[in-house]
C-alpha cells in the first residue's frame, strides 16, 4: 500500500487529533435576494448577500469550522463556491453547480459546512452559478491559529476587492451574448464596490482609505472581477507581497502588482510619504483582446493621510503599465517564491505519478441555423481544453459529484485526453483561424486519478484565435508553479528551469499568453474537482475539465455521504 506522504493531508490529521478543543465554530446565515443599488447614475437590480455589495466577509481562524446557511430568495439558481478552500473530504460544500451539486432553488435553503484546515491569509467566496458572482461575492479572511504573522504585526487589516461593474442588466446582458456567441463587456472597474471618480455621479462612489504616518498596513487584495486580471498600484509607495491565494510568500517588494482573475495577494503598505493624498489605481492586462472584447477603463480609490487637507491638493495619481504590457505581468507572476519552513509551507512532491500536456485557447462554434452570430467569422466563440469543449452536465439529474459517488453513469465520461489530439506549433499567431484547429466538439470528459498520486501538469496557450492570458484554477487543490515560460514548453530545455525548492503555491495560475506554466499537486481530496479558467467567459464558452480523485484506502480518507439538505436537480 502506498504511504500518505501528502504534507497538506498528515498535518491535517494531526491538527484535527491535536486541536479539537482551540478550534471553534463561525457560522452565519446569508439571505440571497435581489437588490437595487446606484452606480454611476443609474440604478441597477443585482443580487447580493444579505443585502451587502460586496458581500459578507467571514472571518476565520486557522482550524475552525465553517457553517453557512444558504436562504436563497433569489429568482435564481445559486450555489456558493469558497474559492480556494481545500475542502478536505468535504467535496459537497465546494458549491460548483452541476459539479458538486445542483443549484439551491428559489424559495429553497442549503448549509455548507466545512473545516479550514492547513491555511492562513486571504481567500474568498463567490457564487457560482451562471455569473452571478458579479455581484455576489466576499473576502474569507483566515487568521493563525497563535496570533502570529511571519511578519510585523501590521496595525490594520483592509480587504481590497476588486470588481467590475455593469451598467446594465449584466444577466440579460450575459444571456444575449451567450446566445449570438458574443462577450459580455463591463462598464468599469471597481474597488469594494465603487467604480471611483472618474465616471459620471461617482464622486461619492470612491473608495477612501484612511492612514496613520508611518503605520503599516496589511492589504487583503481579492480579484473578483468576471473577466479581467488586474494591475494595482497605489502612488508613490512601495508594496510588499507576503502570500498568494493563502500561502505564505517570501517577502517580495515592489511598486506594483497584479493579480489574475480569481487570485488573492497579501500586501504590506506603509504609510511612510510625506501627509497628503493618494490614487490607488486598478487598471486592466488585457494581451490578445481587441478594445471591444475587454474594458479599457480603470477604476481609483484614495488613500488619505491622518491630518489631510483633501481640498488643499488632488490625489497623487500614478503611472500605470500599458493594457497590453506582457513584460510587467509576466515578471510580477512569476518572481513570487513560497516561505520555507513557514506557516503551513508544503515541499513539492519529487516523484511524479501522473503527467498531462494541457492545451488551453479560444476557437469557435458553428453558429446554430437561422441564427445571427456575432464572434468571427460569424461564429460563436468556443474554448476549450486539448480540444473539449467542456460542458455543464445540465438536465442529466444527478450532479458529477453525485454521480461519481453513487456510480450512475450518463453524466460524464473519464477519457479527457493526457494529450492533445494533434501537435502543431502551440504558439504560431499564423495559425488563427487555421480551420482544422478552431473547432472543438463539446463533451463532458474528466480525468480520475488514484488516491495520494501525484500529478505534474503543462499547462500549454494557443495562439489559434488570439493568443491570451489564461488563469487556470484547481478546486479542492493548491499546487506547485514549477515554472512559466515564452512558446511551447520543451520538456528537453524547460525541465531545467523548475523551482523544486521553494515555487509559489496557489490555486490560481496565469498561463502566459503565447506561453506555457508547470504546475504540480498530490490529488490526496477524494471528490469531483473543477478545473477551469476563471475568466468567465472562457469558462462558460467551455476552457475546463474536471478531476475525479478516488477514496483513500480507509473511511478515513474517503468521501462522506452527501448531506441531507443537498439540492436535487
Not at 383 to 407: D, H, Q, R, T, V
Not at 425 to 450: A, G, I, R
Request: hydrophobic share 40%.
Amino acid at each position: 500500500m502506498k504511504l500518505l506522504v501528502f504534507p497538506v493531508l498528515a498535518w491535517s490529521f494531526a491538527l484535527l487529533a491535536s486541536s479539537l478543543a482551540s478550534a471553534a465554530i463561525v457560522e452565519h446565515t446569508f439571505n440571497i435576494e435581489n437588490k437595487i443599488v446606484k452606480r454611476m447614475c443609474h440604478e441597477q437590480v443585482i443580487v447580493a448577500a444579505n443585502g451587502l455589495y460586496p458581500g459578507p466577509t467571514i472571518h476565520v481562524t486557522e482550524g475552525d469550522t465553517v457553517i453557512i446557511h444558504v436562504l436563497n430568495n433569489s429568482p435564481y439558481n445559486i450555489t456558493l463556491h469558497w474559492h480556494g478552500i481545500y475542502q478536505l473530504f468535504t467535496s459537497w460544500a465546494d458549491g460548483v453547480e452541476y459539479v458538486t451539486q445542483c443549484g439551491i432553488h428559489p424559495g429553497h435553503k442549503f448549509t455548507y459546512k466545512y473545516k479550514v484546515i492547513g491555511q492562513e491569509g486571504t481567500l474568498f467566496w463567490h457564487a457560482h452559478s451562471f455569473a452571478l458572482r458579479a455581484t455576489l461575492h466576499g473576502a474569507f479572511i483566515i487568521h493563525p491559529r497563535n496570533g502570529r504573522y511571519p511578519f510585523p504585526k501590521p496595525y490594520h487589516q483592509v480587504p481590497i476587492i476588486l470588481g467590475d461593474w455593469y451598467d446594465t442588466n449584466f444577466l440579460d446582458a450575459l444571456e444575449g451574448a451567450l446566445v449570438s456567441g458574443g462577450v459580455a463587456v463591463s462598464n468599469a472597474y471597481t474597488i469594494n464596490g465603487f467604480p471611483g471618480d472618474l465616471f459620471n455621479c461617482s464622486q461619492n462612489e470612491t473608495f477612501k482609505m484612511k492612514v496613520k504616518h508611518g503605520k503599516t498596513y496589511l492589504l487583503r487584495i481579492i480579484n473578483a472581477a468576471l473577466n479581467n486580471n488586474l494591475f494595482f498600484k497605489i502612488a508613490d509607495h512601495k508594496l510588499t507581497v507576503v502570500a498568494a491565494d493563502a500561502s505564505y510568500t517570501k517577502p517580495y517588494v515592489t511598486d506594483i502588482i497584479i493579480l489574475a482573475a480569481g487570485q488573492t495577494l497579501d500586501v504590506l503598505f506603509k504609510a511612510d510619504q510625506p501627509t497628503g493624498s493618494y490614487y490607488m489605481v486598478a487598471s486592466p492586462y488585457g494581451v490578445g483582446m481587441p478594445p471591444p472584447l475587454f474594458d479599457r477603463t480603470m477604476t481609483r480609490g484614495i488613500v488619505v493621510y491622518d491630518g489631510h487637507n483633501t481640498r488643499a491638493s488632488p490625489p497623487v495619481m500614478p503611472l500605470l503599465p500599458p493594457f497590453f504590457d506582457t513584460p510587467t505581468s509576466f515578471k510580477l507572476f512569476s518572481n513570487l517564491s513560497s516561505l520555507v519552513g513557514g506557516p503551513h509551507w508544503v515541499p513539492v512532491p519529487l516523484n511524479v505519478d501522473e503527467q498531462m500536456f494541457i492545451t488551453v485557447g479560444i476557437g469557435l462554434e458553428k453558429c446554430p441555423v437561422n441564427a445571427k452570430c456575432v464572434g468571427p467569422l460569424n461564429q460563436k466563440f468556443s474554448a476549450n481544453m486539448n480540444n473539449e469543449s467542456f460542458m455543464l452536465p445540465k438536465g442529466k439529474g444527478n450532479s458529477m459529484l453525485e454521480a461519481s459517488y453513487y456510480n450512475v453513469s450518463g453524466v460524464y465520461t473519464t477519457d479527457f485526453p493526457d494529450n492533445p489530439p494533434m501537435v502543431f506549433d502551440y504558439t504560431n499567431t499564423n495559425l488563427t483561424f487555421n480551420m482544422s484547429l478552431v473547432y472543438s466538439p463539446k463533451s463532458t470528459k474528466v480525468k480520475k486519478f488514484k488516491f495520494n498520486s501525484t500529478v505534474e501538469i503543462v499547462f500549454q496557450n494557443t495562439g489559434v484565435l488570439k493568443a491570451q492570458s489564461h488563469p487556470i484554477h484547481v478546486h479542492g487543490h493548491s499546487f506547485h508553479v514549477l515554472a512559466q515560460g515564452f512558446g511551447n514548453y520543451d520538456a528537453d530545455r524547460d525541465k531545467a528551469k523548475f523551482n523544486l525548492v521553494n515555487p509559489q503555491f496557489r490555486n490560481t495560475v496565469a498561463v502566459p499568453a503565447g506561453g506555457w506554466a508547470v504546475i504540480r499537486f498530490q490529488a490526496s481530496n477524494p471528490g469531483v474537482w473543477f478545473v477551469h479558467c476563471h475568466v468567465d467567459d472562457h469558462q462558460v464558452w467551455g476552457l475546463g475539465t474536471a478531476f475525479v480523485v478516488e477514496n483513500g484506502p480507509t473511511p478515513e480518507t474517503s468521501l462522506p455521504p452527501p448531506p441531507a439538505d443537498l439540492p436535487k436537480c
